[in-house]
């Protein structure tokens, strides 16, 4: 088992590999892009992933494989689903067929089922098709068997893809419901199945909100709503690349009801394709930030939690990213709910946090008045979590720098005057990775009894914020001199107080 690293045989973070993070997972080498097939079976959590298993670039889609017992320590396991002369296996979801009823398997061994995306390629009778496929596995996932019935659902479409399938039980009856994406037309198809390999057509969701780019990845659930299970909500969860809030790829959420048969939202701003940008932030997005993409939830995990993981990339530079024989990481876990705030509904989302019971805290500050200026405190930071809760009071701004050395910094920054949250990384380090690269995120956050909570968690090429106790987040990848891990506070204008601040980590 691997403490904070990411597969057995990767290198250490050293100077030969600085950006190699030590709490995401990452392949050992070569590319790796959306998280895939996400399960929960007997203890074992399944991240199943797009990868290129022959090189570090885009290519070759398969779907290589990860477990762990905590979501925190990971072992890379060889490649599950591989693609071959006819396909490539584009991203799907998995699923413990428990009562076999797709008869892959056998009642005391049911299958645990993997649907994905049939890319057909030239050497195929259906070239140029996106299709849904089956995979099946009756040793909780080390080997993989194609369905020989393959494709199990074909729309006759070049851009039909990205299945996730869970189990609905409810008035419309109880069955298997298909979520997959016509991702040009910017629409969400759902489809029913009894056995997982005959499919009825269900209903069409969209386009609906942020349409500036192609729907991708698609997911669907249902959480109570601040803990209550007595009211609901059902979450439509569509990845949009490009066109989101931040630039380039992103993850947008809609509120609503689900029938069994037909999604309805209760939260689309604007209807069609037109992209008005004044109304851009009123929509729901899963993260403000530009590397938080192709995000969705695990299924089978049975205590009522929802927990998902995105890919920490954007696809404006994602095959530029400076990390030599691998490429790309995964977020964090995060445990998502409901919460109102100020009479409308949010996602809350919480880090399964890799330094939880590592207390007392390293480092550990205030409270105290925080004079106009910056103020190094005497801790390094490169990889840990930082806790911090600012009253801004009469200063005009408040924040963090992270990550700084010499020229470099990141910098987390509340301008109390428009309530807004921002990250910038436009001195980060490495930011010529691309011309959309060096950015500036930010994201509206009211003060709560005049203060503001930040939750940061930083490795060694992202930082991850998460504010008021979630209820807005900020993802960013960043490229900084392995030596840059100073930390600072800061205020502009008198009357600020540091209530708080605690550093957990190395």
């Known amino acids: 088992m691997n403490s904070l690293t990411t597969a057995p045989g990767a290198p250490p973070a050293t100077t030969a590999d600085p950006y190699r993070p030590q709490f995401h997972f990452t392949a050992e080498r070569n590319w790796l892009n959306d998280p895939n097939g996400l399960v929960y079976l007997n203890g074992t959590y399944h991240l199943f992933y ?76 259906l070239a140029g098709r996106q299709a849904q496929s089956l995979a099946y596995s009756l040793d909780e996932g080390a080997t993989w068997t194609k369905y020989s019935g393959n494709p199990v659902l074909d729309r006759a479409s070049a851009d039909f893809r990205d299945p996730k399938v869970f189990w609905y039980d409810g008035g419309a009856g109880s069955y298997w419901v298909m979520v997959a994406v016509e991702a040009v037309e910017r629409q969400v198809v759902l489809y029913k199945s009894a056995d997982l390999k005959s499919w009825e057509y269900l209903s069409t969701f969209g386009p609906a909100n942020a349409t500036g780019g192609v729907w991708e990845c698609p997911d669907l659930f249902e959480l109570p709503v601040d803990g209550n299970p007595g009211e609901t909500r059902w979450v439509l969860i569509v990845n949009l690349n490009p066109g989101g809030i931040a630039g380039g790829s992103a ?225 960013d990848l960043v490229f900084p001199a392995e030596a840059s891990t100073a930390l600072a506070v800061f205020a502009e204008g008198g009357g600020a107080h540091l209530v708080a601040l605690n550093v957990v980590g190395r």
């Open 50 to 125: 797009q990868h290129n298993p022959f090189g570090p670039d885009w290519g070759n889609m398969s779907w290589g494989h990860a477990t762990s017992p905590d979501l925190l320590h990971w072992d890379e396991q060889p490649v599950a689903i591989p693609c071959d002369e006819r396909e490539a296996i584009f991203s799907g979801s998995a699923v413990f067929d428990e009562h076999n009823t797709s008869g892959l398997g056998t009642a005391g061994n049911p299958p645990l089922v993997a649907i994905y995306t049939s890319a057909y390629s030239a050497a195929s009778p």
């Open 251 to 475: 993850g947008q959420y809609f509120l609503g009801a689900f029938d069994g048969v037909e999604f309805r939202s209760g939260s689309t701003v604007t209807e069609g394709l037109q992209q008005d940008g004044s109304r851009m932030r009123e929509y729901g997005w899963l993260d403000w930030g530009r590397d938080y993409y192709a995000a969705v939830s695990f299924s089978g995990i049975s205590d009522g939690r929802r927990i998902m993981i995105g890919w920490m990339n954007n696809w404006d530079y994602a095959g530029s990213t400076p990390t030599g024989g691998w490429r790309s990481a995964m977020t964090l876990p995060r445990e998502v709910s409901l919460a109102r705030l100020d009479g409308r509904l949010v996602l809350r989302q919480t880090a399964i946090d890799p330094f939880a019971g590592q207390e007392p805290p390293s480092f550990s500050l205030g409270p105290q008045a925080l004079a106009s200026g910056v103020q190094e405190l005497p801790v390094a930071a490169a990889v840990g979590r930082l806790e911090v809760v600012f009253e801004p009071g009469a200063a005009s701004r408040v924040g963090l720098m992270v990550r700084a050395g010499g020229a470099e910094r990141t910098v987390i920054s509340y301008d109390v005057a428009d309530g807004v949250l921002r990250l910038d990384r436009r001195e980060s380090g490495q930011a010529d990775v691309h011309a959309a690269f060096p950015s500036v995120e930010a994201v509206a956050v009211p003060l709560r009894d005049g203060r503001l909570g930040l939750s940061v968690h930083l490795d060694r090429c992202s930082v991850e914020v998460f504010a008021q106790d979630g209820l807005a987040t900020i993802t």
